[in-house]
Protein backbone atom coordinates (compact mmCIF):
# COMPACT_ATOMS: atom_id res chain seq x y z
CA UNK A 1 0.00 0.00 0.00
CA UNK A 2 1.37 3.56 -0.25
CA UNK A 3 1.57 6.18 2.36
CA UNK A 4 -1.43 7.42 1.49
CA UNK A 5 -3.98 4.60 2.37
CA UNK A 6 -1.76 3.44 5.51
CA UNK A 7 -2.41 6.74 6.89
CA UNK A 8 -6.27 6.68 6.11
CA UNK A 9 -6.27 2.94 7.56
CA UNK A 10 -4.20 4.15 10.74
CA UNK A 11 -6.15 7.48 11.19
CA UNK A 12 -3.53 9.34 11.07
CA UNK A 13 -1.86 11.88 8.33
CA UNK A 14 0.61 10.65 5.80
CA UNK A 15 3.44 13.45 7.51
CA UNK A 16 2.73 11.66 10.64
CA UNK A 17 3.24 8.14 8.93
CA UNK A 18 6.67 10.17 7.24
CA UNK A 19 7.85 11.69 10.75
CA UNK A 20 7.53 8.24 12.39
CA UNK A 21 9.89 6.84 9.14
CA UNK A 22 12.03 9.82 9.55
CA UNK A 23 12.51 10.27 13.34
CA UNK A 24 12.16 6.29 14.46
CA UNK A 25 13.19 4.44 11.49
CA UNK A 26 9.59 2.68 11.03
CA UNK A 27 9.95 2.82 7.25
CA UNK A 28 8.61 0.05 4.67
CA UNK A 29 11.19 -2.75 4.96
CA UNK A 30 11.95 -3.50 1.68
CA UNK A 31 12.01 0.31 0.01
CA UNK A 32 14.21 0.51 -2.94
CA UNK A 33 15.99 3.77 -4.16
CA UNK A 34 13.95 5.66 -6.55
CA UNK A 35 10.79 4.45 -6.39
CA UNK A 36 7.86 5.31 -4.15
CA UNK A 37 7.36 3.88 -0.24
CA UNK A 38 5.14 0.62 -1.03
CA UNK A 39 4.01 -0.58 2.97
CA UNK A 40 3.68 -4.40 3.20
CA UNK A 41 0.80 -6.12 5.20
CA UNK A 42 4.25 -6.82 7.68
CA UNK A 43 5.33 -3.16 7.96
CA UNK A 44 1.72 -1.67 8.45
CA UNK A 45 1.39 -4.10 11.54
CA UNK A 46 4.43 -2.40 12.63
CA UNK A 47 2.53 0.87 12.52
CA UNK A 48 -0.81 -0.27 13.99
CA UNK A 49 1.14 -1.87 16.75
CA UNK A 50 2.81 1.95 16.95
CA UNK A 51 -0.51 3.44 17.43
CA UNK A 52 -1.28 1.34 19.91
CA UNK A 53 1.08 2.70 22.20
CA UNK A 54 1.53 5.75 22.20
CA UNK A 55 -2.88 5.65 22.40
CA UNK A 56 -1.76 3.83 25.65
CA UNK A 57 0.19 6.71 26.92
CA UNK A 58 4.01 5.11 25.83
CA UNK A 59 5.74 8.19 24.06
CA UNK A 60 7.13 8.17 21.05
CA UNK A 61 10.34 6.85 21.13
CA UNK A 62 9.88 4.15 23.51
CA UNK A 63 6.96 2.81 21.67
CA UNK A 64 9.37 2.73 18.48
CA UNK A 65 12.20 0.99 20.16
CA UNK A 66 9.43 -1.46 21.50
CA UNK A 67 7.79 -2.42 17.86
CA UNK A 68 11.30 -1.97 16.46
CA UNK A 69 12.93 -5.17 18.90
CA UNK A 70 9.25 -6.87 18.40
CA UNK A 71 9.58 -6.55 14.60
CA UNK A 72 13.15 -8.18 14.63
CA UNK A 73 12.66 -10.82 17.59
CA UNK A 74 14.58 -9.35 20.07
CA UNK A 75 12.25 -8.08 22.46
CA UNK A 76 8.31 -7.79 23.74
CA UNK A 77 6.60 -4.69 23.51
CA UNK A 78 6.11 -2.68 27.65
CA UNK A 79 3.85 -2.83 29.75
CA UNK A 80 1.81 0.97 28.94
CA UNK A 81 3.45 3.89 31.05
CA UNK A 82 0.04 6.05 32.78
CA UNK A 83 -1.82 8.20 30.17
CA UNK A 84 -0.22 11.81 29.79
CA UNK A 85 -1.83 14.39 26.96
CA UNK A 86 1.35 16.02 26.47
CA UNK A 87 2.60 12.19 25.70
CA UNK A 88 -0.55 11.21 23.27
CA UNK A 89 -0.20 14.47 21.56
CA UNK A 90 2.33 14.38 18.48
CA UNK A 91 4.32 17.16 19.27
CA UNK A 92 5.57 18.03 15.78
CA UNK A 93 3.99 19.90 13.79
CA UNK A 94 3.82 19.53 9.57
CA UNK A 95 6.77 21.62 8.57
CA UNK A 96 4.91 22.95 5.50
CA UNK A 97 1.03 23.72 7.52
CA UNK A 98 2.31 24.76 11.32
CA UNK A 99 -0.48 21.80 11.95
CA UNK A 100 0.08 19.19 14.30
CA UNK A 101 -0.36 15.68 12.41
CA UNK A 102 -3.94 13.87 12.41
CA UNK A 103 -5.04 14.32 9.26
CA UNK A 104 -8.73 15.10 7.99
CA UNK A 105 -9.69 11.78 8.74
CA UNK A 106 -9.07 12.57 12.07
CA UNK A 107 -11.74 13.24 15.20
CA UNK A 108 -11.54 16.67 16.52
CA UNK A 109 -12.38 16.16 20.40
CA UNK A 110 -11.10 18.98 21.85
CA UNK A 111 -9.79 18.97 25.12
CA UNK A 112 -10.33 15.56 26.64
CA UNK A 113 -9.08 12.47 28.98
CA UNK A 114 -6.31 10.81 27.15
CA UNK A 115 -8.33 8.27 26.97
CA UNK A 116 -10.92 9.65 25.11
CA UNK A 117 -8.29 10.56 22.45
CA UNK A 118 -6.21 6.77 22.05
CA UNK A 119 -10.10 5.92 21.78
CA UNK A 120 -11.07 8.63 18.76
CA UNK A 121 -7.80 7.28 17.11
CA UNK A 122 -8.63 3.82 17.71
CA UNK A 123 -12.06 4.15 16.32
CA UNK A 124 -10.65 5.92 12.89
CA UNK A 125 -8.43 2.75 13.11
CA UNK A 126 -11.66 0.46 13.49
CA UNK A 127 -9.13 -0.84 15.72
CA UNK A 128 -12.18 -3.06 17.61
CA UNK A 129 -9.30 -4.96 20.11
CA UNK A 130 -7.92 -1.04 20.93
CA UNK A 131 -11.78 -0.16 20.91
CA UNK A 132 -12.48 -2.40 23.33
CA UNK A 133 -9.34 -2.42 26.03
CA UNK A 134 -9.67 1.09 26.38
CA UNK A 135 -13.49 1.09 26.98
CA UNK A 136 -12.97 -1.40 29.25
CA UNK A 137 -10.39 0.03 31.39
CA UNK A 138 -11.81 3.46 31.57
CA UNK A 139 -14.84 1.90 33.20
CA UNK A 140 -12.53 0.01 35.70
CA UNK A 141 -10.79 3.64 36.69
CA UNK A 142 -13.11 5.75 36.22
CA UNK A 143 -16.56 4.35 37.01
CA UNK A 144 -19.50 4.12 34.49
CA UNK A 145 -20.87 7.14 34.99
CA UNK A 146 -17.78 9.05 34.19
CA UNK A 147 -16.17 6.55 31.96
CA UNK A 148 -19.49 8.30 29.50
CA UNK A 149 -19.08 11.79 30.58
CA UNK A 150 -15.53 11.96 30.20
CA UNK A 151 -14.23 8.91 27.42
CA UNK A 152 -17.29 7.84 25.53
CA UNK A 153 -19.57 10.84 24.78
CA UNK A 154 -16.91 12.90 23.78
CA UNK A 155 -15.61 10.67 21.21
CA UNK A 156 -19.03 9.33 20.09
CA UNK A 157 -19.99 13.42 19.71
CA UNK A 158 -16.80 13.62 17.68
CA UNK A 159 -18.18 11.41 15.56
CA UNK A 160 -21.66 12.21 14.99
CA UNK A 161 -20.53 15.30 14.08
CA UNK A 162 -17.57 13.80 11.44
CA UNK A 163 -20.36 11.69 9.98
CA UNK A 164 -22.64 14.49 9.66
CA UNK A 165 -20.08 16.79 8.03
CA UNK A 166 -18.64 13.98 5.50
CA UNK A 167 -21.71 11.99 4.64
CA UNK A 168 -21.46 8.28 4.54
CA UNK A 169 -18.08 8.07 4.56
CA UNK A 170 -17.59 7.73 8.39
CA UNK A 171 -20.98 5.71 9.47
CA UNK A 172 -18.31 2.53 9.77
CA UNK A 173 -16.77 4.59 12.61
CA UNK A 174 -19.45 5.88 14.18
CA UNK A 175 -21.36 2.47 14.30
CA UNK A 176 -18.35 0.51 15.52
CA UNK A 177 -18.10 2.95 18.17
CA UNK A 178 -21.11 2.81 19.39
CA UNK A 179 -21.49 -1.19 19.27
CA UNK A 180 -18.44 -1.30 21.29
CA UNK A 181 -19.88 1.29 24.07
CA UNK A 182 -23.05 -0.61 23.79
CA UNK A 183 -21.54 -4.02 24.55
CA UNK A 184 -19.15 -2.95 27.57
CA UNK A 185 -22.31 -0.99 29.12
CA UNK A 186 -24.38 -4.02 28.90
CA UNK A 187 -21.62 -6.46 30.15
CA UNK A 188 -21.64 -3.97 33.15
CA UNK A 189 -25.10 -3.96 33.81
CA UNK A 190 -26.14 -7.46 34.05
CA UNK A 191 -22.62 -8.62 36.03
CA UNK A 192 -23.88 -10.40 39.07
CA UNK A 193 -23.95 -8.15 41.93
CA UNK A 194 -26.15 -8.50 45.58
CA UNK A 195 -29.06 -6.36 44.63
CA UNK A 196 -31.29 -4.85 46.91
CA UNK A 197 -34.77 -6.22 48.15
CA UNK A 198 -36.75 -3.14 46.05
CA UNK A 199 -38.73 -2.75 43.33
CA UNK A 200 -37.10 -2.49 39.92
CA UNK A 201 -36.86 0.72 37.95
CA UNK A 202 -38.31 0.65 34.37
CA UNK A 203 -35.96 2.30 31.68
CA UNK A 204 -37.56 2.77 28.45
CA UNK A 205 -37.13 5.52 25.21
CA UNK A 206 -40.01 7.29 24.13
CA UNK A 207 -42.06 5.83 21.16
CA UNK A 208 -40.16 6.64 17.61
CA UNK A 209 -36.61 7.30 20.02
CA UNK A 210 -33.95 4.83 18.56
CA UNK A 211 -31.38 6.88 20.94
CA UNK A 212 -30.65 4.43 23.95
CA UNK A 213 -26.85 4.45 25.26
CA UNK A 214 -27.45 6.96 27.97
CA UNK A 215 -30.14 3.93 29.05
CA UNK A 216 -27.66 1.83 28.97
CA UNK A 217 -25.45 4.03 31.08
CA UNK A 218 -27.77 3.99 33.84
CA UNK A 219 -28.73 0.70 34.09
CA UNK A 220 -25.03 -0.20 34.82
CA UNK A 221 -25.32 2.89 37.29
CA UNK A 222 -27.96 0.96 38.88
CA UNK A 223 -26.35 -2.51 38.55
CA UNK A 224 -22.80 -0.42 40.57
CA UNK A 225 -25.44 0.85 43.46
CA UNK A 226 -27.63 -3.33 43.47
CA UNK A 227 -30.97 -1.67 42.15
CA UNK A 228 -33.06 -3.65 40.14
CA UNK A 229 -33.79 -2.12 37.13
CA UNK A 230 -35.92 -3.58 33.69
CA UNK A 231 -34.80 -2.57 30.57
CA UNK A 232 -36.96 -2.27 27.42
CA UNK A 233 -35.04 -0.03 25.23
CA UNK A 234 -36.38 1.90 22.09
CA UNK A 235 -39.12 3.04 20.73
CA UNK A 236 -41.79 1.94 23.16
CA UNK A 237 -44.71 1.57 21.97
CA UNK A 238 -47.61 3.62 25.01
CA UNK A 239 -49.83 0.59 25.12
CA UNK A 240 -46.61 -1.63 26.04
CA UNK A 241 -44.97 0.86 28.30
CA UNK A 242 -48.40 1.21 30.71
CA UNK A 243 -48.88 -2.61 30.26
CA UNK A 244 -45.02 -2.71 31.73
CA UNK A 245 -45.79 -0.16 34.14
CA UNK A 246 -48.75 -2.22 35.41
CA UNK A 247 -47.04 -5.55 35.27
CA UNK A 248 -43.70 -4.57 37.39
CA UNK A 249 -44.70 -1.92 39.98
CA UNK A 250 -41.77 -0.25 39.31
CA UNK A 251 -39.95 2.51 41.92
CA UNK A 252 -39.03 4.86 39.08
CA UNK A 253 -39.66 4.87 35.48
CA UNK A 254 -37.03 6.53 32.81
CA UNK A 255 -37.97 8.16 29.68
CA UNK A 256 -35.50 8.77 27.80
CA UNK A 257 -35.72 11.62 24.68
CA UNK A 258 -33.03 11.99 22.75
CA UNK A 259 -34.55 14.72 20.22
CA UNK A 260 -37.54 17.16 20.76
CA UNK A 261 -39.68 15.11 18.41
CA UNK A 262 -40.20 12.21 20.43
CA UNK A 263 -41.22 13.90 23.76
CA UNK A 264 -44.40 13.73 24.41
CA UNK A 265 -46.18 15.05 27.67
CA UNK A 266 -49.14 13.05 27.32
CA UNK A 267 -47.62 10.03 28.06
CA UNK A 268 -45.53 11.37 30.93
CA UNK A 269 -48.98 12.04 32.75
CA UNK A 270 -50.19 8.95 31.90
CA UNK A 271 -46.90 7.10 33.43
CA UNK A 272 -47.77 9.33 36.06
CA UNK A 273 -51.60 8.03 36.68
CA UNK A 274 -50.63 4.67 37.21
CA UNK A 275 -51.22 3.17 40.20
CA UNK A 276 -51.52 -0.51 41.51
CA UNK A 277 -52.15 -1.99 44.71
CA UNK A 278 -54.80 -2.34 46.78
CA UNK A 279 -57.40 0.36 47.85
CA UNK A 280 -55.50 2.25 50.80
CA UNK A 281 -52.11 1.42 49.93
CA UNK A 282 -51.91 2.55 46.19
CA UNK A 283 -48.64 3.52 45.00
CA UNK A 284 -46.98 5.01 41.65
CA UNK A 285 -43.40 5.58 40.24
CA UNK A 286 -41.30 8.53 40.66
CA UNK A 287 -41.82 9.50 36.79
CA UNK A 288 -37.82 10.97 35.52
CA UNK A 289 -38.25 12.42 31.95
CA UNK A 290 -34.48 12.66 31.20
CA UNK A 291 -32.50 13.70 27.70
CA UNK A 292 -31.92 16.36 25.85
CA UNK A 293 -35.89 15.86 23.94
CA UNK A 294 -37.50 17.36 26.88
CA UNK A 295 -35.60 20.62 27.47
CA UNK A 296 -38.22 22.50 26.02
CA UNK A 297 -40.58 21.67 29.13
CA UNK A 298 -39.70 23.89 31.83
CA UNK A 299 -41.63 21.02 34.35
CA UNK A 300 -44.37 18.31 33.79
CA UNK A 301 -46.30 17.81 37.64
CA UNK A 302 -45.24 14.86 39.13
CA UNK A 303 -41.96 13.91 37.63
CA UNK A 304 -38.60 15.13 38.66
CA UNK A 305 -36.30 16.19 35.68
CA UNK A 306 -32.64 15.69 36.49
CA UNK A 307 -29.89 17.39 34.64
CA UNK A 308 -27.06 14.24 34.65
CA UNK A 309 -26.97 10.94 34.65
CA UNK A 310 -25.42 11.13 38.62
CA UNK A 311 -28.28 12.93 39.58
CA UNK A 312 -30.47 10.66 37.93
CA UNK A 313 -29.14 7.77 39.83
CA UNK A 314 -29.36 9.99 42.84
CA UNK A 315 -32.79 10.78 42.34
CA UNK A 316 -34.01 7.23 41.65
CA UNK A 317 -31.36 5.43 44.86
CA UNK A 318 -33.70 7.78 47.40
CA UNK A 319 -36.81 6.85 45.94
CA UNK A 320 -36.01 3.52 46.02
CA UNK A 321 -34.33 3.18 49.72
CA UNK A 322 -37.05 5.71 51.79
Not at 132 to 148: N, S, T
Not at 204 to 209: D, N, Q, T
Not at 264 to 286: E, H, I, K, Y
Request: proline fraction near 10%; charge should be positive.
Amino acid sequence: MPTGAVARRLGVSPTTVRSWERRYGLGPSNRRAGHHRRWSPDDIAVLEAMCRLTARGVPPAEAARAVLATRSGTGQPPEPFPMRAEDLDEPYPDAATGRRPGGSRALQVGTVRPECRGLARAAVRLDSREVARILREAVAALGVVAAWTEVMMPALRAAGRKWASAGEQYVEVEHLLSWHVSSVLCTEAVRPVLLRPVPPVLLAAMPGELHTLPLEVLAAGLTDRGLPFRMLGQAVPPRALLDAVQRTGPVAVMLWSQIPQTADPSLVRQVTGTVWGPRGSRGGPLVLPAGPGWSRFQHLDGTASPRTLESALDLVEHAATE
